[in-house]
């Protein structure tokens, strides 16, 4: 990582070893075996490990229609990974509860029915190796934050993101992640979203603290999502609410943001043959490339695809930032950094 343009006060910890297997471009099982072990440390403590993420983006979060669309996608995630989940966090809670077997959901499911309109539903479910909880991010995880309009945040966005081990996507296929990006995609009211490739940080842990950590990874492996739902929504709550954060190998758009770009011939007209445009009820999902990459700007490894995606879906994207959503220490601007991470493809 020392090749990297990363400032003065932090690099990437990760081995050469373990920065030529993400330089790889086909994820075989070996291949996510080593990258299911990377970790981005500091001071001796995981920040942050490299997997699979996929965020969505909707409105409707204070209907219990929705929240219980949102529960019955937990059931799905819980059916991946039945023997891996071990714990989550009650409504309200700050301590996390044992999950023996599916009654966490039965619970969820319970404060979906019962919560008022104008309170927020949060929840999270982790699979922490051996089941014991330790103060990193859990590579199997899950998260939503359902909510609808308030004083504070008037455009009403609520989000769900959940991550995949590599090991994961290399077992199951690609295929798995468009399947599952479209029919969570259809069953809300969607704004936009993505899956691939992410940095992946604790759920409901401030990323803001940790961001200098993994700004060597962002900068060197562009394929690399920041996976912040909560973040994105505060940061571009001056949007007009359905602007994109970024790209990834997977970008869903809602109708509502299709529309804005226009006739969906003349969008698969631009892409080309290798970036299809996949229908679903209330939107597309755009692929960049038959697989997801993370490139590697230090091999001059580029990621053609996702630049025919980041330039057909630029008029969307959300730049206004007044605050920069990678959060980082003098004498970095975060801002400009911001910045330069969501138009790492232009």
């Known amino acids: 990582m020392a090749d990297s343009d ?17 330089g790889k471009k086909h994820l ?3 291949i996510a075996n080593e990258l299911d072990k990377v970790e981005l440390t500091h001071n001796g403590f995981v920040i942050s490990r490299i997997g699979f993420s996929l965020e969505l983006y909707f409105l409707g979060g204070e209907r219990v229609e ?25 409504v309200d809670a ?41 103060d990193e991010p859990a590579p199997i995880s899950i998260a939503f934050t359902a909510i609808g309009p308030d004083p504070l945040m008037t455009l009403g966005r609520s989000n769900i993101c959940a991550y995949f081990p590599a090991s994961f ?10 399947d599952i990006a479209m029919r969570w995609s259809s069953a809300v009211d969607i704004l936009h979203g993505s899956a691939g490739y992410s940095v992946l940080f604790e759920h409901g842990s401030y990323s803001g603290s940790h961001a200098l950590t993994v700004l060597p990874a962002l900068k060197r492996f562009p394929g690399l999502d920041f996976s912040d739902p909560g973040k994105f929504i505060v940061y571009s709550e001056e949007s007009d609410g359905i602007s994109i954060k970024s790209i990834n190998w997977l970008t869903v758009l809602g109708d509502k943001v299709a529309t804005s770009l226009g006739d969906k011939t003349v969008l698969r007209e631009k892409l080309g043959s290798s970036c299809p445009v996949h229908d679903f009820d209330g939107g597309i999902v755009v692929q960049a490339g038959d697989e997801p990459q993370l490139g590697d700007n230090n091999r001059g490894i580029v990621l053609d695809d996702y630049r025919r995606v980041a330039k057909a879906l630029k008029s969307v994207r959300f730049e206004d930032y007044e605050l920069g959503m ?6 970095y601007n975060s801002v400009e950094e911001t910045l330069s991470w969501v138009r790492r493809f232009d």
């Open 28 to 30: 075989t099982p070996e």
């Open 94 to 134: 700050n301590r996390l509860t044992k999950a023996d077997g599916e009654a966490y959901i039965d619970y969820y499911e319970e404060q979906a029915r019962s919560l008022p309109p104008d309170e927020a539903m949060d929840t999270m479910v982790f699979g922490y190796p051996a089941k014991i909880i330790v």
């Open 66 to 90: 929705t929240r219980l669309a949102l529960c019955q996608m937990l059931r799905e995630y819980h059916a991946l990974f039945a023997d891996k989940i071990s714990h989550y966090l009650k």
């Open 169 to 178: 996507i290399a077992e199951h296929g690609y295929g798995v992640l468009l």
């Open 326 to 331: 990678i959060v980082l220490p003098e004498p």
């Open 6 to 22: 990363t400032g003065p006060r932090q690099r990437c910890n990760l081995s050469c070893r373990k920065t030529d297997i993400m």
